[in-house]
C-alpha cells in the first residue's frame, strides 16, 4: 500500500504497538539472523571468526545484545540502564589480546545492526497495513537500533582500549623477559617461549640489525625500522610477520622466520627493497646466518650483532647489507673487537697501501683479488674485466707501494686487506 500526501500518522499508541509486536516476532526470529551475521561476518571479516573461542564469543555476545535490545525497543528497560552482556566485554578484550583491529569489532556490530533492521523492516512491510503507520514504526526502530549501536560501541570500545594497553604492557614486559633468557643462554620450553614471544621458534630464522645511518634521533625512526623489516622479511619468507624489537630509539633487532627448509638472505632483493621506498633510504641493515630452534634463534642474533660491528664501523661505505654469511664478515668482526690493534697492524702491513685514496683502493682491490685467485693473472683478470697486463702492472704497483714483496707477512697482508675492505677509513690512514 502507498503512502498518500494526504493522509497522516496514527497516534503514537498505534506506533508503539506496532514496535511492540515487531519486537515480540523477532524473538523468533533469532536463529535466523544469528545465521545470517555469521555467514557475512565470516565472508568479510574472516579474522574474527579465525578460532573457535572466537566464534562461541561472538554468538554470545550477539544474542545477548539482540535480547536486550529489543527489550529496549518493547520499552521494558531504559538506554541508559542497560547493562550489556558479560560475553561482549569479554569478547572485546580477546579481541584486543588477539590484535584484532577494532574496526573489525564495529563492523561486526554495524552487521548486526543491519541484520536486525533488515527482519523489523521486513516484518513491518509484512504486517502493517497503514502506510503511515508503518512509516513511523520504521523509523523509530531505525532511530533505536543507532541509539542502541552507538551506546554499545562507546563501552566496547572503551573495553577494548583499556585492555589493548595493559595487554601490550603486559605483553611486552613478558616478552623482553623471555627474550633476555634466550639471549642470555637460557632453553626454555617452546610452547612456553614462543607465546611469550609472539614469535614461532621452531622452525629457522635470520637475525637483523637495523638502523638509520643519517637521522638516528628522527621521531619516526623505529616506525620506519619496523616497515623496513616487515619489507624486507618479504624478500625473504611468506611464512610470518617477523619479530621486531628496539633495542634504544636509534636501533631495532628482528628476527624473520624462513620456514622448516631455511632461506638464505637475497643481498640484491634487500638492497633493491631499501633504495626503492624514500622511507628507507638510509635504513642500513646487518644479518645473521639461518638458525634452527631457540639456539638458532639466538646465534643468528650474535652474528647479526657481529656484522653490524662491522657495518657501523665504516657506516661512510654506504652499504645498505652486511650479513655475516659474505666472505670476510666473521673474521674483520673479530679483529674489529680491538680497533686499536686494527689500526695498527693495517699501516704495517700494507704501508702505502694504507692510505685512504681512490688510487690505494684499485690496488688493495686487485691485490686482494689476486689472492682469492691463487695469484693467477688470467683469473683475476676474467674477474675484473680487465687485460693481464694491467693486473700484473697493478699488483707490480701494490708491491712497490707496500715496500716488500707480498711473500713477506704475508698472512698479515691478508687480514689487513680484508680490515680494509670491511672497516674502510675506521683503519686506513687519511691524511690531513
Not at 573457535?52 to 528497560?77: D, M, R, W
Request: aromatic residues 6%; hydrophobic residues 45%.
Amino acid at each position: 500500500m502507498k503512502f498518500t500526501a494526504g493522509s497522516q500518522p496514527e497516534g503514537p499508541a498505534d506506533v508503539d504497538a506496532r514496535i511492540t509486536e515487531v519486537a515480540r516476532a523477532l524473538f523468533t526470529h533469532l536463529a535466523e539472523i544469528s545465521d545470517s551475521f555469521h555467514k557475512e561476518v565470516e565472508n568479510s571479516i574472516p579474522e574474527l571468526v579465525a578460532e573457535p573461542a572466537l566464534v562461541e564469543l561472538l554468538g554470545s555476545t550477539l544474542q545477548g545484545n539482540i535480547e536486550l535490545f529489543l527489550e529496549y525497543v518493547k520499552g521494558t528497560v531504559a538506554l541508559e540502564e542497560i547493562v550489556l552482556p558479560a560475553a561482549s566485554m569479554v569478547h572485546a578484550r580477546r579481541v584486543a589480546q588477539r590484535e584484532i583491529s577494532s574496526v573489525a569489532l564495529l563492523r561486526a556490530y554495524r552487521i548486526a545492526q543491519r541484520r536486525v533492521a533488515s527482519h523489523a523492516l521486513q516484518e513491518i512491510s509484512w504486517t502493517e497495513t497503514d502506510p503511515a503507520v508503518a512509516y513511523a514504526a520504521a523509523q523509530r526502530f531505525h532511530e533505536m537500533t543507532f541509539a542502541y549501536i552507538d551506546y554499545l560501541s562507546e563501552q566496547v570500545v572503551a573495553e577494548y582500549e583499556a585492555e589493548r594497553e595493559r595487554w601490550v604492557t603486559n605483553r611486552n614486559t613478558v616478552r623482553t623477559a623471555m627474550l633476555a633468557s634466550i639471549l642470555a643462554g637460557d632453553a626454555p620450553e617452546i610452547g612456553v617461549a614462543e607465546p611469550a614471544l609472539g614469535y614461532r621458534l621452531q622452525h629457522g630464522h635470520v637475525g637483523a640489525v637495523l638502523w638509520d645511518s643519517v637521522s638516528p634521533e628522527s621521531a619516526d625512526s623505529l616506525q620506519r625500522l619496523e616497515r623496513a623489516l616487515v619489507a624486507i622479511a618479504g624478500t625473504v619468507s611468506k611464512h610470518a610477520r617477523p619479530l621486531f624489537v628496539p633495542s634504544d630509539q636509534s636501533q631495532a633487532w628482528g628476527w624473520i622466520a624462513t620456514g622448516s627448509h631455511g632461506t638464505d638472505i637475497d643481498d640484491t632483493a634487500i638492497e633493491s627493497v631499501l633504495a626503492g621506498d624514500r622511507d628507507f633510504r638510509t635504513i642500513r641493515v646487518a644479518f645473521g646466518r639461518t638458525g634452527t630452534g631457540i639456539d638458532g634463534f639466538r646465534t643468528t642474533h650474535l652474528e647479526a650483532i657481529r656484522a653490524f660491528g662491522v657495518a657501523s664501523a665504516d657506516d661512510a661505505a654506504g652499504r645498505k647489507v652486511t650479513s655475516f654469511a659474505q666472505a670476510g664478515v666473521r673474521v674483520a668482526s673479530l679483529l674489529s673487537d680491538d680497533i686499536v690493534g686494527a689500526k695498527a697492524l693495517v699501516p704495517d702491513a700494507l704501508g702505502e697501501l694504507a692510505a685512504d685514496g681512490e688510487y690505494a683502493e684499485r690496488l688493495r682491490e686487485t691485490l686482494s683479488v689476486f689472492f682469492e685467485e691463487s695469484m693467477g693473472y688470467s683469473a683475476v683478470a676474467t674477474r675484473l674485466h680487465m687485460h693481464r697486463n694491467t693486473v700484473r702492472y697493478r699488483i707490480d704497483k701494490a708491491t712497490e707501494a707496500r715496500g716488500r714483496p707480498l711473500d713477506v707477512d704475508a698472512v698479515e697482508l691478508q687480514l689487513a686487506l680484508l680490515l680494509c675492505r670491511w672497516l674502510g677509513r675506521s683503519v686506513l690512514r687519511v691524511d690531513g
